[in-house]
C-alpha cells in the first residue's frame, strides 16, 4: 500500500499540471545574453550566465517549476528512477522545454540508457541550440564512448557560446592532448 502513495502524488501533480501547462509560455532569454558571455573580457559574462540560467529554468508554470525542482532534487540525492519520472511528467507537459530535456538525458545517462539520454540532449539542442549544459553533457558522454573527436567538437561548440567554462576548458584542453597523444 506504501507504494502507491508516491505514485499517487505523481498521478495527482501531473494532472494539476496539465490545467497549468496549457497556459505556461517561458519568456524567451535575450539574445543580448549570449553576446555578453561571450565577452573576452570584463565580468559582465557572469550576469549575463545567471540570467540565461535563470531564464532556461523558468518553464513558464509554477506547477512545472515544481515538477523541474523535484527532478533536480532527486538527481542530486541520487534517485535516478525518481528524477527520470518526474522530469518525464516535465517534458510531457512542456515539450519546449530545453532544460527538461537537458536534464532527463543526464537522468538517463545516468541510469545506464545512452540511447534515450542522447534521444533527449538533440532534443535539447533543437529546441535550445545555445543550451551549452547539453553539448558538455554530450561530450561527457562521447568521451565515455571512445567518440573522442566528436566529444572535442562538441566542447569546441560549448566553449563558443560560453567561453568563461573552466571545466569544458579543462576538459577540451585533456581530450585534445589526449588526441594528440600528448600528456598534460
Known amino acids: 500500500m ?5 505514485y499517487f502524488h505523481r ?7 496539465a490545467f497549468v501547462a496549457a497556459q505556461a509560455i517561458a519568456e524567451p532569454v535575450d539574445p543580448a545574453l549570449f553576446e555578453t558571455l561571450a565577452a573576452e573580457r570584463g565580468d559582465a559574462w557572469m550576469e549575463a550566465e545567471t540570467r540565461i540560467l535563470d531564464g532556461w529554468a523558468d518553464t513558464g508554470s ?5 515538477i523541474q525542482t523535484r527532478g533536480e532534487t532527486a538527481l542530486d540525492e541520487g534517485d535516478v528512477p525518481a528524477a527520470i519520472g ?23 545517462w545516468l541510469n545506464g540508457d ?3 539520454a542522447a534521444a533527449d540532449l538533440a532534443r535539447a539542442l533543437e529546441i535550445e541550440p545555445k543550451q551549452y ?8 558522454m562521447l568521451e565515455e564512448l571512445g567518440r573522442t573527436d566528436a566529444a572535442i567538437e562538441a566542447l569546441r561548440r560549448s566553449l563558443e ?3 568563461h567554462q573552466q571545466d569544458a576548458i579543462d576538459a577540451a584542453a585533456r581530450l585534445d592532448a589526449e588526441d594528440n597523444g600528448t600528456n598534460i
Open 11 to 17: 498521478a495527482v501533480t501531473a494532472f494539476a499540471t
Open 62 to 66: 509554477e506547477a512545472l517549476n515544481m
Open 114 to 116: 545512452a540511447g534515450p
Open 161 to 163: 557560446i560560453h567561453p
Open 2 to 6: 506504501r507504494r502507491r502513495v508516491p
Open 86 to 108: 518526474h522530469l518525464t511528467a516535465l517534458v510531457d507537459h512542456a515539450p519546449d522545454h530545453a532544460m527538461g530535456y537537458q536534464l532527463r538525458g543526464l537522468a538517463y
Open 133 to 140: 549544459l547539453a553539448l558538455n553533457q554530450l561530450a561527457a
